[in-house]
């Protein structure tokens, strides 16, 4: 259900004047909500898109992220719509792949996938997209794909056991998790960081600015901004 903030309505249900957009976050990655809450913005709901991941025969990893990243979008707003009295909200949805050239990494679920992005990934450069997908009332759909550029140290072969240990490339584009332990094999990173686990915020703010949601600089109430 997309609902405006309750302390945001009317008696009557209608929303008062000036008062945020509900906004669902069509993910289940707590990433994604950590940094969305990073920048101050709470979802009211979060509604998980459940959807087929597996690239399509030719496609760019461009083009599947941002298909997927607008797919999610779509799901998740049925699902909201289905039960909603009021459906004036706005549903963001993202997709992160990683790419060495046209070569789609896998989201690694195994020892054996991992290993192979690690090697793969060991010594060269390879780029991560994160497409963006906002949902508005009115069919009004915004995208956006946000590339950054990472360059691994050369990897040994111990460096790649521990971190397979450490099982924290599981579910993770690409096999690792820049986040946490892989930090440390980044020799170079150009472009945005954030954009890599999985939410570019600068573009993730405009975007929800450009749809009328107060990020930052529209907040009533700057001492609520968490320090
Ligand atoms: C490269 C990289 C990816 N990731 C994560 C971000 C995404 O959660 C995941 C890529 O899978 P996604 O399909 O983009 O996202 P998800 O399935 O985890 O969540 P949802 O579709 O419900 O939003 O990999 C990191 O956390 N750190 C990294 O350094």
Not at 187 to 203: C, D, I, M, R, T
């Amino acid at each position: 259900m997309i609902a405006a903030a309750s302390d945001e309505s009317n008696t009557d249900g209608t929303r008062a004047k000036g008062a945020r957009p509900a906004l669902v976050l069509a993910s289940g990655s707590p990433r994604r909500l950590a940094l969305l809450q990073q920048i101050g913005i709470d979802p009211d709901t979060l509604l998980p898109a459940d959807i087929d991941e597996t690239p399509r025969r030719g496609e760019t990893p461009r083009a599947l992220a941002q298909r997927l990243a607008r797919t999610k979008a779509e799901v998740a707003r049925r699902a909201a719509d289905r039960n909603a009295a009021n459906v004036d909200g706005l549903v963001l949805a993202a997709d992160t792949v990683v790419a060495v050239g046209r070569r789609i990494l896998p989201k690694a679920e195994t020892h054996e996938q991992a290993r192979a992005c690690l090697e793969l990934l060991s010594g060269r450069g390879h780029r991560v997209y994160t497409a963006l997908c906002i949902s508005a009332p009115k069919d009004v759909v915004r995208q956006r794909l946000v590339e950054t550029r990472v360059r691994f140290k050369r990897l040994s072969r111990a460096e790649i056991n521990a971190y397979l240990d450490s099982g924290e490339w599981r579910g993770k584009a690409g096999g690792y998790a820049i986040q946490g332990l892989a930090g440390a094999f980044v020799a170079k990173l150009v472009g945005s960081y954030s954009n890599v686990v999985g939410l570019p915020l600068h573009e993730t703010a405009n975007m929800l600015a450009g749809l009328k949601y107060p990020v930052l600089a529209g907040w009533a109430d700057p001492a609520a901004i968490r320090p």
